[in-house]
RNA sequence: CGCGGAGUAGAGCAGCCUGGUAGCUCGUCGGGCUCAUAACCCGGAGGCCGUGUGGUUCAAAUCCCACCUCCGCAA
């Protein structure tokens, strides 16, 4: 008989996880996932990713506005699931969900806990320079992903990894070892380490301000600050005339000048900018002027007249 | 109706306010120069100026109206 499973997660990461599962063929009596929410410039109502998924494959979602509440006990008790799976679902879950499965709930989180707990595990760690990262499979308790791991899958972040190859591979792996985590857990076999606390680190959520470029940093922070936040939201600077320009793509080299004056402007094959940092340079390749659209650096220095001398902030 | 920018040649832009031959930097094609070149010189092709069967006008890329699409901010 194989143990009734509610699965609780939003965005992409979580619906690759879901697919995995039913990949497997895991018996989903039910996917919880957050509320459609206004997306976009008309505030259009979005359906989650994960919602698309549950519905791909017939099974009901549920979208509590809260866990706390007599409907969604009536819930968990018309489903009385073995094992819940969570996976960034977005909402604390209270403590009487969280016992309420014999199997316990399992998390997904994409980092080697107990360092970078919460929202931004993956920017954080890029921009932090780790050389790697990877996947914890744990018990949830009450703590923001602070229960006891059960497992754990180490990936190298490489010095051309964005969020978005980053992102990509750790979904992979995350479901991967979520299938196999939930497979340990319901023969008996999973084994429980604790977290040590003394060695705990939290990646805070990103902010606007995390994603403003700060020429008086050096070109590899800078660089490390741009792959962390490509392709969502995007890094950013000021034009010389205030204006916002997204760098989508750029490259650490060789140069100096005061920061952020462009210490060369070039527009060979697709161009680049070379912006001096406080240490080093940064050749940025490929922008999105505002109120554009992703071009190369050479298209934008045919357009618009951004020289050598000039100075981005 | 949240605020704002923008749709002109394959790319990026100017021209619009002050209506009157469609421009710039590239790319592309042909030719030339060169030991050679992504360099330089000469020449060519490529546009119904987002859509409208709209309005104004002798005349609209340009002014007015409606709509479509893309994008930045905010959520």
Same mark, same amino acid.
Request: glycine content about 6%; aromatic content about 6%; hydrophobic content about 45%.
């Given at each position: 008989?194989?143990p009734?499973?509610?699965f609780?997660?939003?965005?992409?990461i979580?619906?690759?996880?879901?697919?995995?599962l039913?990949?497997?063929?895991a018996?989903?009596? #039910?996917?919880?996932?957050r509320i459609?929410?206004?997306?976009?410039?008309?505030a259009?109502?979005t359906?989650?990713?994960?919602?698309?998924?549950?519905?791909a494959?017939g099974?009901?979602v549920?979208?509590?506005?809260?866990?706390?509440d007599?409907?969604?006990?009536?819930?968990?008790?018309e +489903?009385?699931p073995?094992l819940?799976?969570?996976?960034a679902?977005?909402m604390?879950?209270?403590?009487?969900?969280?016992?309420?499965?014999?199997?316990?709930c +399992?998390?997904v989180?994409?980092s080697l806990?107990?360092r970078?707990?919460g929202?931004a595990?993956?920017?954080?760690?890029?921009?932090d320079?780790? *050389?790697?990262?990877?996947?914890?499979?744990?018990?949830?308790?009450e703590? +923001?992903?602070? #229960?006891?791991m059960?497992l754990?899958q180490?990936t190298?972040?490489s010095?051309t990894?964005?969020?978005?190859t980053l992102?990509?591979?750790?979904?992979?792996?995350?479901?991967?070892?979520?299938?196999?985590?939930?497979? +340990?857990?319901?023969?008996g076999k @999973?084994?429980?380490t604790?977290q040590?606390?003394?060695l705990?680190?939290?990646?805070?959520?990103?902010?606007?301000?995390?994603?403003k470029?700060d020429?008086?940093? *050096?070109?590899?922070?800078?660089d490390?600050?741009?792959?962390?936040l490509?392709p969502m939201p995007?890094?950013y600077?000021?034009?010389?005339?205030?204006?916002?320009?997204?760098?989508?793509?750029?490259?650490?080299?060789?140069? *100096?000048?005061?920061?952020g004056t462009v210490?060369r402007?070039s527009?060979d094959?697709?161009?680049?900018?070379?912006v001096?940092?406080g240490?080093?340079?940064?050749s940025?390749r490929?922008?999105?002027?505002e109120g554009?659209?992703k071009?190369? @650096?050479?298209?934008?220095l045919?357009g618009?007249?951004? *020289?050598?001398?000039e100075?981005?902030?």
């Open positions: 008989m194989k009734r499973i509610l609780m997660g939003t965005p992409d979580a619906a690759t996880c879901l697919d995995a039913f990949e497997a063929e018996n989903i009596v #039910g996917v919880v996932t459609d929410k206004p997306k976009g410039r008309h259009v109502l359906p989650p990713p994960v919602k698309l998924c549950a519905e494959h099974v009901p549920f979208q509590p506005r809260t866990l706390r007599e409907a969604f006990a009536a819930y968990l008790d +489903l009385a073995d819940i799976l969570v996976v679902f977005g604390i879950l209270p403590p009487n969900v969280i016992s309420y499965p014999r199997y316990g +399992l998390n989180h994409a806990l107990p970078y707990r929202a595990s993956m920017q954080r760690a890029i921009m320079g780790e *050389s790697e990262t990877g996947i914890t499979i744990m018990y949830m308790d703590g +923001l992903d602070t #229960g006891d059960i754990k180490t190298p972040i010095d990894d964005t969020l978005e992102h990509d591979r750790l979904a992979e792996m995350g479901a991967r070892l979520l299938v196999e985590a939930s497979e +340990l857990v319901v023969c @999973a084994t429980r604790p040590n606390e003394e705990s680190t939290y990646a805070e959520k990103i902010s606007r301000a995390d994603c470029l020429f008086q940093r *050096s070109a590899i922070a800078l490390r600050q741009i792959r962390a490509t995007f890094a600077c000021l034009t010389p005339d205030q204006r916002t320009m997204k760098i989508i793509c750029a490259r650490p080299v060789d140069g *100096s000048g005061a920061p210490i402007a527009t094959g697709a161009g680049e900018i070379v001096a940092c240490e080093g340079a940064l940025i490929t922008l999105q002027p554009k659209g071009m190369d @650096a050479a298209a934008f045919r618009r007249k951004l *020289s050598v001398g100075v981005l902030f």
